[in-house]
């Protein structure tokens, strides 16, 4: 109800003062451009450019994350030596990497990957020592008892007992891979979304800018919530109670 | 702290060391570009020149002074509005869907916006870092006044305490933990945004120091940046650590 209310404020406003500027544009204006952006289909060819950027780069850093994380949780004597060394690397922001990617890689996707993948690492590699850690002891046992080899091991007891906790971890890991992915696009990174709307500014289209700006908006309200759903269809409350935020 | 644990903190430590020790080798021997990554040695020389005769510390301080600025102004305005926001369930309603959509809106796509309102500015950079850090704080705070006890609400109703009291003695208490985890995340985002808007607006802190280091192929003073920046990272989580456990030491009676 309140955004309407100020959508229909703004419209009359800049409709009747006449004013230009650079920085904002009247809604219906926005509408326009936005709407000229997606029928010629450049707007879905940078949504594609980004997303595929999110989706390798989230690929390569919960591979990385999920499997150094699972090493850490189940061999305590190599999570209490490497404690140091995490808790070092770990707070050293994505971003501050990004001249050292652009160095290393120049522009591009891997540069772009790199810095997503860097970033959806920790809080998978966190989170799933964690999981593995806390694994019910008793089930270890019937494994052993069992007579599992590594393989079934992995896939009857370790996977399905960390899932739910994976999962969540995956979600967190995913929305810094998006925010970090506009960030390096509006940085540097000819490439996407980002860029598109720092181009738009810098040659002065405020309207294309702010269309581009609730896309990115709605692109993240829909990637947030496609995931939720997915928690919720795939785990159920149950298995998620307690993990949230 | 026992000795078990002592041990493991120092077994980390010595471990960190070799690796360290092994990073030098493999730069001593260049088995890597030293373009791209120099040994330990010229990182910390370039840190005691940065610091010593360089402006290393002006810049240091320059980033600390935007992400600080910016953190404390997004958890004023976050508490004061989601105090508001949580504490009255008719406005909820209205304000929640605008609320779920900028939450999960990434806080750097605001730059263009701000750049064109603010120009290349020291103010561009913090408005976006406060719009940036102010969601955690804010989204926590709404929570954490929203799920006091209702009963605890009726209890004050009957011993007729006054709004200043209740707030002061039920609300807040009830949501401190809440508010400390959100501007915990909050500082997060601003140490990322206060580095993205110095290379965004060039205006003088660590993110324009790696940039230019970057351009000018000095990669001991990037990494010297680099690691100033995990340092920074760190102990602001390590100072949140202590005001939590100050703050909240009513949770944990001896």
Not at chain 1, 180 to 191: F, G, M, R, Y
Not at chain 1, 228 to 237: H, N, T
Request: with cysteine; net charge positive.
């Amino acid at each position: 109800m309140i955004p309407v209310v100020g959508l229909i404020i703004a419209q009359i406003v800049v409709a009747r003062g006449h004013f230009t500027s650079d920085a904002i544009a009247a809604p219906s204006a926005i509408m326009m451009a936005g709407a000229r952006a997606l029928l010629d289909g450049s707007i879905l060819v940078l949504t594609g450019q980004t997303l595929a950027a999110v989706i390798v780069g989230l690929g390569i850093g919960c591979g990385l994350g999920v499997s150094i994380g699972s090493v850490l949780g189940t061999f305590p004597t190599i999570n209490r030596s490497m404690e140091f060394t995490v808790e070092a690397l770990r707070p050293i922001p994505s971003v501050a990497l990004l001249p050292l990617a652009m160095l290393i890689f120049g522009f591009g996707y891997r540069m772009e990957f790199s810095l997503i993948a860097f970033s959806a690492m920790w809080p998978m590699l966190i989170l799933t020592r964690q999981a593995v850690a806390h694994i019910e002891p008793c089930l270890i046992e019937v494994s052993r008892m069992v007579g599992f080899g590594f393989l079934n091991h992995v896939v009857k007891i370790i996977l399905p007992a960390t899932l739910p906790r994976l999962f969540v971890a995956f979600r967190l890991a995913a929305g810094f891979a998006l925010t970090v992915a506009i960030t390096v696009e509006i940085a540097a990174n000819p490439l996407g979304l980002g860029y598109a709307m720092i181009t738009a500014q810098l040659s002065l289209h405020p309207a294309l800018m702010l269309a581009l700006l609730i896309w990115v908006g709605i692109i993240g309200w829909l990637f947030n919530g496609g995931l939720l759903w997915a928690q919720r269809r795939l785990f159920g409350p149950s298995a998620t109670a307690g993990l949230e935020q | 702290m026992n000795r078990a644990r002592l041990l493991g903190v120092v077994q980390s430590v010595a471990v960190a060391g070799v690796l360290v020790f092994f990073w030098q080798v493999v730069a001593d021997y260049r088995l890597v570009s030293p373009v791209y990554v120099p040994g330990p040695d010229r990182i910390f020389d370039a840190l005691r020149e940065g610091f010593g005769g360089g402006d290393l510390g002006s810049t240091l301080l320059a980033t600390i002074g935007h992400l600080a600025a910016g953190w404390l102004l997004a958890s004023i305005i976050g508490i004061a509005i989601g105090a508001v926001i949580g504490s009255s369930p008719s406005v909820r309603p209205y304000i929640n869907p605008i609320l779920e959509f900028f939450r999960p809106l990434p806080a750097s796509s605001m730059f263009p916006f701000a750049m064109a309102l603010f120009g290349l500015s020291n103010q561009m950079v913090l408005s976006v870092i406060a719009f940036g850090a102010l969601w955690p704080t804010l989204l926590a705070t709404i929570h954490g006044f929203a799920s006091v006890e209702a009963r605890l609400l009726e209890v004050s109703r009957i011993l007729g305490m006054s709004r200043f009291s209740v707030m002061m003695k039920v609300q807040i208490p009830n949501a401190l933990p809440d508010i400390l985890s959100g501007m915990r995340i909050s500082m997060t985002v601003a140490l990322v945004l206060s580095v993205v808007g110095e290379i965004m607006a060039s205006v003088n802190g660590l993110g324009l120091w790696v940039l230019l280091a970057a351009r000018s192929f000095h990669a001991a003073d990037l990494f010297a940046g680099v690691v100033l920046l995990g340092g920074i990272g760190y102990l602001g989580a390590q100072v949140l650590t202590v005001v939590e456990d100050w703050a909240l030491r009513w949770q944990h009676p001896r």
